[in-house]
């Protein structure tokens, strides 16, 4: 999936979602592993929970595991984004 590019951001996201990919590439990013899971970047309860449970559900980032406080992946399809936006 290519994104199309509008001012540098792929079209359908927004800056803050992008810093948020960048964020879990970094490893920075944890969630926990409930339904609606609760995102923390660096620590700290992330402010966003729709951009990051937005995420989630496009495909672009997934918990790296089950249960409790679990690290944050980038999917192909955050990579891409990524990628896109350069």
């Known amino acids: 999936m290519r994104a199309a590019l509008v001012d540098d951001v792929p079209t359908g996201m927004s800056n803050r ?3 948020l990919l ?3 590439a ?3 990013v944890e969630c ?6 609760d995102f ?10 729709m951009a ?7 495909g ?3 918990p790296a595991g ?15 984004a990524i990628a896109a936006a350069r």
Do not use: K, W, Y
């Open 60 to 62: 672009m980032i997934r």
């Open 52 to 58: 990051a449970r937005a995420l989630v559900r496009s």
């Open 32 to 37: 926990t592993g409930s339904v609606e899971p």
């Open 26 to 28: 970094d490893g920075r």
């Open 40 to 49: 923390f970047i660096d620590g700290f309860a992330c402010c966003d929970h």
């Open 17 to 19: 979602d992008l810093r």
């Open 66 to 80: 089950d249960g409790g406080r679990v690290p944050v992946q980038l999917t192909a399809a955050g990579r891409e």
């Open 22 to 24: 960048h964020a879990v």
